[in-house]
């Protein structure tokens, strides 16, 4: 039994070497997509669409949003997204703050490459801020996996504008960030604690999606990669990642350059994965995870008395 056993361990492995065609992984992600809140969702908020400029955004719980405003920017490696995972976080938080959400659904790779995903966040915006939606009260930006990337990118943008008096658009009063795609060049990916489990070859996936994207824009570009500009002036910011993610020696760097500049950064680590997840994680680790998150946001928020409250 013990070498039938480790037989099948190493064919196991062999088997995981196997590339697998990027056309059946980016499809299987596409497929996994869900435009639409599930079911769980719809049941606990009031949903609307709207369509911003040429970009997909859906509402839970407009009429709530002088109580403060969520902006999620899903995963999906800039391919696919929003997912379950996505709908599933942003409900708990708008429901813990009693305030609206606003998931924006940015085009993606292959049909839209670099910088559509980051100009349909600043045209949101942008449109929000001129219409008095944006600006009246504290806002949160948050993003998972590529959406965290993203995120990172816009709120320095928004910093940057400010600082030159040029800003349109309010920065957010504090980021929420999960598992953060920072580095498309996937350069210290090597060193995560995933190599012997990547079942869905993830680095490959990875870098065909980040090509996709990218376009003519090198893979380092800061708009890109935003761990290349380094990391300062950034908003009150909440970074969480999976122990066993890809990124997860790109978020202890970026846990570093946020601490190394002064900036208020909660840190919080949790055990397996966290990113690329299509359906959301159960679990002691995760509710503490989502526990501190929804601490920072109510703080930014200006909920004085918030304790991490939870739908």
Known sequence: MGRIRDAVATGARAAARIPIPSALTHQALREARSPQPPSHVLKSHAIEQEMIGRTRTVWLDRHHRGNGLIIHLHGGA??????TSDWAWLSRQVEAQDCAGLM???RNAPDHQHPVARDDVEAVLAALAADGRLGEGPWVLSGQHSGGGLAVVVARRLVEQESEALAPVPAPAAIVLMSPWLDLELSAAWMSET???DPVHERRLLRDAARRYAGR?????PD???INRGLE???????????????????????????ENGEEVAYREIGGRLGLQLIPRKGEDIE?????????IGRALGRKDQEGREG
């Open 78 to 83: 800039y391919v696919s997204g929003p997912f």
């Open 104 to 106: 924006v659904d940015y």
């Open 195 to 197: 190599d012997q489990s």
């Open 217 to 221: 824009t090198p893979l380092d570009d």
């Open 224 to 226: 890109l990669s935003p």
């Open 233 to 259: 002036g950034l908003p009150p910011l909440h970074l969480g990642v999976g122990q066993k993610d890809l990124f997860a020696s790109d978020a202890r760097v970026a846990r570093l350059q946020l601490e």
């Open 288 to 296: 503490r995870l989502h526990r501190e998150q929804s601490e920072l």
